[in-house]
Structure formats: C-alpha cells, structure tokens
C-alpha cells in the first residue's frame, strides 16, 4: 500500500492562477479531508467527504474546491490564488466518517502564492 | 464547538529528561483524543488516542496519556527524552457521532531535545 500520495510536493504560484492539488488513497477509506498548516495554528480542515459523489466545507473553504468523483481521489482546486493561501497543504483519510480510527496523512504539498 | 488549546508552541528538555506536553480540550459530549507527531518534511503520524475505556493510554515510542474528564486534559508525557523525540506534536479532538467527525486540532508544540 502506497498510502495516501498528494502530488505535487512544492509549487510557487502567481497571485491570481489557478491549480489543483492532488491526493490519491489506496486503502478503500471512505473518508478524505484537506488541511492546510500554518504555524502556530495547528492544521485547519478545509473541504471534506464521506463518499464519493459526497463533499462538505470546513472550517476554513474560502478560495477551495473539491470534488469526489471516484473513493480514491479527492483533488483541491484553487481557482484564483492570493498570497494569503501560502501554506502547507495536507491530505488526509480513514476508513470511514463514524469510527474513531486515526486519520493516515500524505506528506504534504508545499505552496508559495507571490 | 470543539476546541483545543496546548501551552506552549516550544519545548526544550535535555536528553533523558521527562517531556510533558500539556493539552486542554472543550467539547459538548464524550470526546475522542489523539496526540499526533510530526517530523520535518512529513506528515502527521498517530502516537496514542483516547476513545472509551481505561483512561491512560500508551502509545508508540515510549509516549503515554492521561485523559482527565475534570481537568478536559489530555496531557502527554515520556519518562525519558531521546533525540528522536524532537518533533512536533499535535493534540487533537473529535466527536464520532457529529456530522463529518471532524478533528480539530492544537496549535502544535515544537520539541527541541538538547543533549
């Protein structure tokens, strides 16, 4: 099992353009959610779903898109980025929305919005 | 709403000395708690969690937490500090039953082991 993988690992963007983070799970979870960190802040939820085709905001969705379209992959769309989304972006999944079972983490996606 | 709090974004222990991170949480129902850590470069990786049951609870690398429902207190502790440990370390909660299950977490702290 290869986990959760988010893609890319870095990216420098303008203020203004757009892209998408991708996060894949090989494990059947159910459950996929975007955080972002920011120091001192610990890691805020940003979009989450609990199936395919099932999507929510969280705490923190302005400027985010997300779709689920297929149990295995839940991108993240930035459809015009500001500097203020500078940050570092987590994937995140577990089996399923009502267990207690931790949450597998990717490694990351490094963002720099100039 | 469910809230964390940990004292202190930085830490500093000498090797071999005990490491006490202190988290308090505030949630409306029974909550369910997890201590995560991160090293450079990576993700967040699970070291314990409390869901029901006995209410210490150890975890990997030699970590143990004790949930204390009269103090809403999840602290984390190591009798021993190994320059492995440093890292950063997320406390965090949720409530399985809410809509989303979501985890909020901490704002962090950073464990500098000296030697």
């Known amino acids: 099992n290869a986990g959760v993988t988010q893609t890319p690992k870095f990216q420098v963007l303008k203020t203004g353009q757009s892209m998408t983070l991708q996060c894949a799970q090989d494990?059947?979870?159910?459950?996929m959610s975007w955080y972002r960190q920011d120091p001192g802040m610990g890691l805020r939820l940003i979009h989450y779903?609990?199936?395919?085709?099932?999507?929510d905001q969280g705490e923190v969705p302005n400027g985010y898109n997300v779709s689920r379209s297929t149990t295995e992959d839940f991108p993240l769309r930035l459809l015009s980025a500001a500097p203020s989304q500078t940050s570092v972006y987590f994937c995140?999944?577990?089996?399923?929305?009502?267990?207690?079972?931790?949450?597998?983490f990717g490694n990351g996606t490094r963002l720099t919005v100039t | 709403a469910q809230s964390v709090t940990q004292l202190g974004s930085h830490v500093s222990v000498s090797e071999g000395a005990l490491v006490l991170l202190r988290c308090n949480y505030s949630?409306?129902?029974?909550?369910?708690l997890f201590w995560y850590v991160q090293y450079p470069n990576q993700g967040l990786q699970l070291l314990l969690k409390?869901?029901?049951?006995?209410?210490l609870v150890k975890g990997i690398n030699g970590f143990e937490a004790e949930f204390k429902k009269s103090e809403t207190s999840f602290h984390l502790t190591k009798p021993s500090a190994h320059m492995s440990d440093a890292a950063e370390y997320f406390c965090?909660?949720?409530?399985?039953?809410?809509?989303?299950?979501?985890?909020?977490f901490g704002g962090g702290t950073r464990v500098l082991v000296k030697p």
């Open positions: 995140a999944s577990r089996l399923s929305q009502g267990d207690n079972s931790p949450l597998h």
């Open positions: 494990m059947n979870h159910e459950y």
């Open positions: 779903s609990v199936g395919a085709g099932i999507t």
């Open positions: 949630s409306s129902v029974p909550p369910y």
């Open positions: 409390y869901t029901t049951g006995a209410t």
């Open positions: 965090a909660v949720s409530d399985a039953r809410a809509a989303g299950n979501k985890l909020t």
